[in-house]
């Protein structure tokens, strides 16, 4: 039966966007989904058009509307990826494509900041690391190879500005997307003269920050085209790894969220911003009162799809689901894939080490290793990063539980091997819940239907519904223990490689 109002989460992911109804009390959900690729223009680079990211997101906005059947829309909230920079002109229209949080031609402004001691004050003052990853070093790439864009661009601007601004014209941001750009002063919750100076940029091209739960008229052309009337709310919502917390449910005191889409993340709440002596993670706003504290790695459920390209392309381009062809060759063989150890290091790593210049590499080689060992050892790795971060975590708050969504979790393999990584309980949501799920709930937060995040998500979710922890034996936990345990030896082995081919690599 038809509910009477809902609301919607619209998620705009590096890959995808999902558009997501709910009503009250969680029995009735409603979905859309589009897909679209990275662009891979050149070496380094991860871009996509943003045009085509918007003409996605109102078609799965259209698709999921027209499945409310006439319910009234109360609002509808966003939630964006983090940490990719576009330019505009003084009319809003794009000079660049969106540059991701995968690109990584910064790397040089990344490493030169670290050298000069700065990389270590600018975290302190952000909650960013310093990486290639950030608008801050991107920025810092324009100053340097293409000052001429830089000087052209009225207004620098991320995923979420750009989106808020196609659906109600007007330019702003959000402190939750703020937060992850490496520009702004966790203390004054405003942009960082400090950091904008290093970037090239003035205050006045960067958009106003607004809270996460602020919302802004739908304009008339775009109601039009997705079915809703001129004038919906449309709430900022937050950048999606907070969000991702929000709806697994993750923000009581030891629970952890955990994303694993195209990338992966592991994440704490926290009540004020926090950053760990360490450097080893980030801290992000979801409100002003939440903030998340984790670590996100640069490949994660992705690893599949390269693992199927690279090693087991027959048995991807056979199959009718390739993924799944390529998971059940990676289950064919014993977990631990018989000493072999992948670090999964395929675009510039983020946490725990946040080095960009070390590269993937298998290590433990021996004749006896099919491909299928290689497969199910680069799932295994990217386990065994995912297992550093909460490691990381646990010194500043005992983690003792963990909510889970995203895509590659559909997957028995990746359930598994995750639960038995973490050696403690892993519930995974619904498919439909999690990130959209949490923009959703922040949603009715501003438009005063909820008290709270964590009521809205109440009010969301299903009566009774409640995840069930994924089961591993104790066999599987302590192989991978064991393995785990390898781990930070085998990294600082492969940096000493690293160095010795970069070495050899400089010019006499």
């Known amino acids: 039966m038809t509910p009477a109002e809902v609301i919607v989460g619209l998620d705009v992911g590096t890959t995808g966007v999902k558009a997501a109804a709910f009503a009250s009390g969680g029995s009735w959900r ?113 100053a340097r190879h293409d000052p001429q864009t830089l000087a052209a661009a009225r207004w620098w601007v991320g995923l979420k500005a750009y989106l808020i601004a196609e659906l109600t014209g007007t330019l702003v941001t959000e402190l939750s997307s703020a937060s992850a750009t490496g520009l702004l002063d966790l203390a004054t919750r405003s942009w960082s003269p400090e950091a904008i100076a290093l970037a090239g940029l003035s205050a006045d091209q960067l958009p106003e920050i607004l809270p996460t739960t602020a919302s802004l008229p739908l304009v008339p052309t775009v109601a039009g085209r997705v079915g809703l009337r001129a004038g919906t709310p449309v709430v900022t919502g937050a950048a999606d790894g907070p969000l991702g917390n929000l709806g697994t449910g993750a923000l009581a005191r030891g629970v952890a969220g955990l994303s694993l889409g195209t990338s992966g993340a592991v994440r704490i709440a926290v009540d004020a911003p926090r950053v760990d002596p360490a450097g080893a993670l980030f801290c992000y706003a979801l409100t002003d009162t939440i903030w998340l504290l984790g670590g996100a790695i640069s490949t994660g459920g992705g690893v599949v799809r390269w693992a199927g390209r690279s090693l087991a392309p027959d048995v991807q381009s056979a199959a009718p689901n390739p993924d799944v062809a390529v998971l059940e060759l990676a289950a064919s063989v014993p977990p631990g894939s018989a000493g072999l150890v992948m670090l999964p290091y395929l675009l510039a790593e983020r946490a725990p080490l946040w080095d960009p210049d070390v590269p993937g590499a298998y290590l433990g080689v021996r004749r006896e290793h099919t491909r299928a060992h290689f497969v199910r050892a680069a799932i295994e790795g990217v386990g065994l990063q995912l297992r550093a971060i909460l490691g990381v975590l646990d010194e500043i708050e005992p983690v003792t539980a963990i909510q889970a969504t995203g895509g590659a979790l559909r997957s028995p393999l990746w359930r598994e091997i995750l639960a038995a990584m973490f050696a403690r309980p892993l519930r995974i949501v619904g498919e439909a819940e999690g990130t959209a799920l949490g923009a959703a709930a922040l949603g009715l937060v501003g438009i005063g239907r909820a008290a709270s995040p964590a009521d809205a998500v109440a009010a969301l979710s299903e009566s009774g519904a409640e995840a069930q922890p994924v089961e591993c034996t104790p066999e599987l936990v302590a192989t991978y223990q064991q393995l785990g345990e390898t781990v930070p030896l085998l990294i600082g082995a492969l940096a000493a490689v690293a160095g010795l081919f970069e070495n050899t690599a400089e010019p006499t």
Request: charged letters at 20%; hydrophobic letters at 50%; a negative charge.
């Open 30 to 142: 409603r979905v859309a989904i589009r897909e679209y690729a990275l662009v891979h223009p050149a070496p380094d680079q991860e871009v996509q058009d943003p045009a085509a990211m918007v003409a996605a997101a109102e078609a799965a906005l259209t698709e999921c509307i027209a499945a409310t059947n006439g319910a009234d829309v109360l609002a509808i909230s966003l939630s964006t990826a983090m940490h990719g920079l576009l330019g505009l002109d003084a009319a809003l229209r794009p000079l660049t494509p969106l540059i991701t949080w995968a690109d990584a031609r910064a790397r040089e402004q990344a490493r030169e900041l670290r050298r000069s001691g700065q990389a270590a004050e600018l975290h302190a003052r952000t909650g960013v690391p310093v990486h290639p990853m950030s608008p801050l070093t991107k920025l810092m790439w324009f």
